[in-house]
């Protein structure tokens, strides 16, 4: 089949056949491959930025909540109760096990929060891994080796999916099946 020709004001403009009209895709098939292309990887992008900043968030949770149990560990005087205020509200609103409103009220105005010892015991002998939450949906935020002795927060003991884990002194919980618990 002869190409027709598009001729205006006599400049060729194009050539094309019938059969090659048939055969073209139309404009935004290609348009939407380029698109895709682009969008997917910022899509892919944004999503793991988001992810990454819900880490380190919850990495920063874990912290805060080490520096409360460390204040809450000194005997309370009248000075320090602003500052335990603050340290109860933390681990209340960040270890994902919320105290009873006797339970501050005493930690601010009349007991030092006291301190359980325990030593790791994997039985694989690479240690346990330290999570910014109670569970394995937290994220690890740091690592123990088997035989280190730890300091537990008496009463952090709460139950995830039918495993018990313990807040940690330092801030951080871990998983009990791998503690062997010692008397302070």
Partial sequence: MEPSVLEFSNKTLMKFSI??????????????VSIGAILVPITVAFVGSLYSAAVKSREIEGQFVGIAVNI???EPTESTQPLRTWAVS??????GVPMEQAARENLIEREALPARLGIVRSGSGIGINVRSGPGYNYP???GIDDETMIRIVPGSETVVDG??????????WVITQFLVQQEP
């Fill in 163 to 172: 495993e018990t884990w313990v807040l940690l002194e330092g801030g951080g």
């Fill in 90 to 95: 933390v681990i209340n609103e960040y270890s």
């Fill in 19 to 32: 059969s090659e009209m048939a055969d073209a895709k139309p404009w935004w098939e290609s348009a939407s």
């Fill in 140 to 142: 690890p935020v740091a």
């Fill in 72 to 74: 809450l560990q000194e």
